[in-house]
């Protein structure tokens, strides 16, 4: 089957996840600037989901313009990592209101690894499936995949000595992968010379 319809639900989903975390954000209860900074953790945390849900909807866009055709296991293994994702609004809410205490900052780092490890299963079925190849010559070797779990275990474990150090390290894996990835525009680009 085609990927569009997995791709439209995939993109609602995620719009979705952003909608209810701006939802969760606290107005200030003065309107002036000592009342927005009582909301800036909330901002923050807000802002750090945000830019994680956008690479992956970036990343999953471009996956899926290597994917021609999708099967039913790749349909679960897209459920999957939408369901990790969904928890992002619960796990950011839950880390701005108790200012980053330790075991919900734990949770934070436990969804960000569990959404890297459903993603990576997403590839390894698309690789399993028709076509799986093209995607696998496209993505290479990919040492930020590879990395971004290495980090967040590291944040979780400074989560059991302090909050900020492993916010820090859940930072350092989105700044990483916002550094435009090219893979894929790069494979595309070169079939299409060769074509």
């Not at 997995?6 to 200030?28: C, H, K, N, W, Y």
């Amino acid at each position: 089957m085609r990927t569009s319809r997995l791709e439209a639900f995939s993109d609602g989903v995620l719009a979705i996840i952003i909608t209810i975390m701006v939802l969760e954000l606290e107005i200030p209860r003065e309107p002036t600037w000592s009342g927005l900074a009582e909301s800036a953790t909330g901002l923050l945390t807000y802002a750090l989901s945000f830019v994680y849900v956008g690479i992956y909807w970036s990343n999953h866009h471009h996956m899926f313009q290597v994917v021609e055709q999708i099967s039913g296991a790749v349909l679960w293994a897209n459920l999957h990592l939408l369901f990790w994702l969904s928890l992002l609004p619960f796990t950011t809410a839950w880390m701005d209101e108790t200012s980053f205490e330790q075991t919900p900052t734990i949770v934070y780092g436990l969804n960000l690894l569990l959404a890297a490890i459903a993603y990576y299963g997403l590839q390894l079925t698309i690789f399993a499936g028709p076509g799986g190849e093209r995607l696998r010559t496209a993505l290479g070797v990919d040492l930020k995949g590879r990395l971004s779990p290495v980090i967040y275990l590291v944040g979780i474990a400074l989560s059991f000595l302090a909050s900020w150090p492993a916010v820090a390290a859940f930072v350092t894996a989105a700044l990483v992968w916002l550094v435009p990835d090219r893979r894929v525009e790069r494979f595309l680009r070169d079939e299409r010379d060769l074509a």
